[in-house]
């Protein structure tokens, strides 16, 4: 059974992965300092798998604890969710966020590099698109980006194409586009610490009376009834993306890969108008909203191209709009408070 270390496993799309590689016949170690998670989700996942799951509590930034890490442990791979997202934050707090998903990034490559694991896949996202000149965006668009978070993505992007390039190591940097939805126990969930930033979890807070409307920043997009469009991705689908791409690794062991960036996206652009109608029409809940004026450094749409995943990964999103509505309310309504609840 090949052993995978999964740092920020504790996360949303982390805690939904461990079920993934278990189910695949993978055994995931966690390395996570939970700095935004709870140990609650691993528990959760442990009833869901039934099995109990290695946790190590640690910071990528310590280097000694990675390093005793890599000496206990013999990984095949290493699946990076370890880093901070907040955008808002990543404005006002430029270097938490370079060192944290820079610098821990560095050294987590360097004792991996020590410890002959030449095998990763980072968790990129769409955002190193910036504002896409064609759409649907195929991997060899041009990237940019418009705040520091999306730097960090960009910049652990180069470092590793370089790697790469004078190196043995296999880097899949799978770019995520908008990741909904929770499993369907609705035991583990996405579970922001504030006001949430982004769109569905400040939806289902609405809906489930936590926060009192939504505001629609800006109908004046050309789009199609103005409002911003996105690629909304279950994160069942998303998770699953990542055992193919562990897959596809193992396939080509001893084989180089290099560098290769992967869209994971529907392929489908969704208005916010459209999902909030679909998230009414799938759970009969009201959600309030008011139009607003845009926010800056939003792009009107942005959705994937798929053909590569399809081709190199063999992987394809599977579940709707509606699923993911059905399966955030499902988490939601059981867990008002998140992992508080
Ligand atoms: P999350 O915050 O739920 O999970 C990240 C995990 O990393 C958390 O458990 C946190 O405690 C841990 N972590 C952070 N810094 C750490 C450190 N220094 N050492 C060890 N652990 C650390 O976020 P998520 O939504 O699950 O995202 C996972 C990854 O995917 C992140 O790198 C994020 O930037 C990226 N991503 C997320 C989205 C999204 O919309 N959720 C989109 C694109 C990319
Ligand atoms: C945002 C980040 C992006 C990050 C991604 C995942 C910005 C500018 N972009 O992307 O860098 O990778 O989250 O964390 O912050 N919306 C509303 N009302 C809300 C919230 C969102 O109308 O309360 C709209 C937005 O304007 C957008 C859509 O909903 O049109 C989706 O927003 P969001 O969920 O924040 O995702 P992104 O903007 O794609």
Not at 61 to 75: G, I, R, S, Y
Not at 108 to 135: D, H, K, R, W
Request: hydrophobic share 35%.
């Amino acid at each position: 059974m090949k052993k995978i270390l999964v740092t920020g496993g504790a996360g949303y799309i982390g805690s939904h992965t461990l079920i993934e590689l278990i189910k695949a016949g993978f055994e995931p170690v966690v390395y996570d300092n939970l700095s935004n998670s709870s140990p609650i989700a691993i528990e959760r996942v442990e009833k869901i798998v039934g099995q109990q799951i290695s946790f190590i509590k640690g910071d990528i930034l310590d280097v000694e604890l990675l390093k005793q890490t890599f000496k206990e442990h013999n990984f095949f791979a290493v699946i990076h969710f370890a880093g901070l997202k907040a955008v808002g934050e990543s404005v006002s707090k430029p270097l938490k966020y370079y060192e944290n998903n820079v610098t821990g990034t560095i050294n987590l490559l360097n004792v991996m590099q020590e410890f002959a694991c030449q095998n990763i896949i980072f968790s990129s996202s769409a955002t190193v698109y910036g504002n896409p000149e064609t759409l649907p965006i195929t991997e060899t668009a041009k990237r940019s980006c418009t705040n520091p978070y999306g730097q960090t993505k960009l910049t652990v992007e180069y470092i590793l194409e370089d790697l790469c390039k004078s190196s043995q190591f296999n880097a899949i940097s799978l770019r995520y586009f908008n990741p909904i939805g929770a499993y369907e126990t609705g035991t583990i969930g996405e579970d922001p610490n504030d006001i949430p930033n982004n769109l569905m979890p400040y939806i289902s807070q609405v809906a489930v009376g936590k926060l009192e409307k939504l505001s629609v920043f800006g109908d004046d997009y050309d789009t199609v009834d103005g409002t911003g469009v996105r690629d909304y991705i279950h994160v069942v689908d998303l998770s699953k993306g990542h055992v193919k791409a562990l897959e596809y690794l193992v396939t080509k062991d001893g084989e180089k890969v290099g560098f290769d960036p992967v869209n994971l996206g529907t392929g489908n652009g969704t208005s916010v108008l459209e999902l909030v109608n679909a998230f009414i029409g799938a759970t009969g809940q009201a959600v309030p909203y008011v139009m607003t004026g845009r926010r800056a450094g939003d792009v009107a749409s942005c959705y994937a191209s798929c053909d590569k995943a399809k081709t190199v990964l063999n992987w394809t999103a599977e579940f709707d709009i509606k699923r993911a509505c059905v399966d955030t309310w499902r988490w939601q309504s059981h867990n008002p408070n998140g992992y508080k609840s």
